[in-house]
């Protein structure tokens, strides 16, 4: 398939976001890049796409030495992992963004969207840091991901970010969210999501802050600006005056949750 660089680059938000991004992540959006560019080809020739049923994504399990919710820190699915660079004595979320979660991406995107759109701090915040947790652990990222963060965010936001895991797998066009194509392709084409995300949905849609998860899943899916450059950059006030930046450092605040960021922290401790 014939590739137009520039379009690439500029749909990972240009430049100097590219050269932010080590060759394991440039791979894998080069890989993404290539199967939209194959999905919408196909669309525009008219021809229905096949996607695998949930069965046959059940039968692909074995063909794997990783499991598909393993954390992007913690697994490769092409070579081997690389070495980390180490954290500060007192680390900071910045810290984190730099060193462990980069490029961080996904949710730049995403919160650069929310910016632009003039939502909510809250919400801002929630985008950037919705699926930051998929570093550790991939199932049930909206619960992992909010109680990373809960001591250290503002109430709305670690709701938001506990339920946009639900609500993606349901549609509300009135609030500009459709269900994801994508899904068909990662879940299966029959995939019927399991009774306590419905139940999940259900008390969500009924209550008074249901728009701030849904406004992450809203971000999530149309973030995409191919003129975009994403840093962190335009993050650092809200940030500054949402996030409870313990003074010790994340890890070391003795947090009900200060063993998750040494986790993230330190990935390739044996025990
Ligand atoms: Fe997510
Ligand atoms: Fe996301």
């Not at 639900?166 to 399991?194: K, T």
Request: aromatic share 12%.
């Amino acid at each position: 398939m014939e590739i137009d660089r520039r379009i690439f680059i500029a749909s990972l938000g240009g430049a100097a976001a590219v050269s932010q991004m080590d060759s394991e992540a440039r791979a894998d959006a080069l890989e993404h890049y290539m199967e939209e560019q194959l999905d919408s080809s196909a669309n525009a020739q008219g021809q229905a796409k096949k996607f695998p049923t949930a069965a046959e994504i059940q039968d692909q399990i074995e063909s794997r030495s990783y499991r598909r919710g393993v954390g992007g820190l913690f697994a490769s699915t092409r070579g081997n992992v690389k070495r980390l660079e180490p954290m500060p004595a007192a680390p900071t979320l910045l810290d984190f963004f730099e060193r462990r979660f980069a490029p961080a991406n996904h949710v730049l995107q995403s919160a650069t969207r929310a910016l632009k759109t003039g939502m909510s701090e809250e919400v801002i915040l929630a985008c950037l840091l919705h699926d930051v947790v998929q570093s550790m652990m991939k199932p049930d990222h909206g619960w992992w991901g909010a109680q990373l963060v809960e001591p250290y965010v503002p109430e709305k936001t670690s709701f938001a970010i506990r339920y946009h895991q639900a609500l993606r797998f349901y549609a509300d066009s009135a609030a500009g969210y459709e269900y994801p194509e994508l899904y068909h392709q990662m879940f299966g084409s029959d995939y019927v999501p399991p009774p306590y995300i419905e139940a999940t949905y259900k008390w969500v849609r009924k209550h008074k802050w249901y728009m701030e998860p849904r406004l992450v899943t809203v971000n999530d899916l149309y973030a995409f600006d191919p003129k975009a450059v994403v840093t962190i950059d335009p993050f650092r006030e809200i940030i500054g005056r949402h996030f409870k930046q313990p003074k010790e450092g994340l890890g070391f605040d003795n947090s009900p949750v200060a063993h998750m960021w040494r986790t993230i922290a330190n990935p390739d401790s044996p025990l």
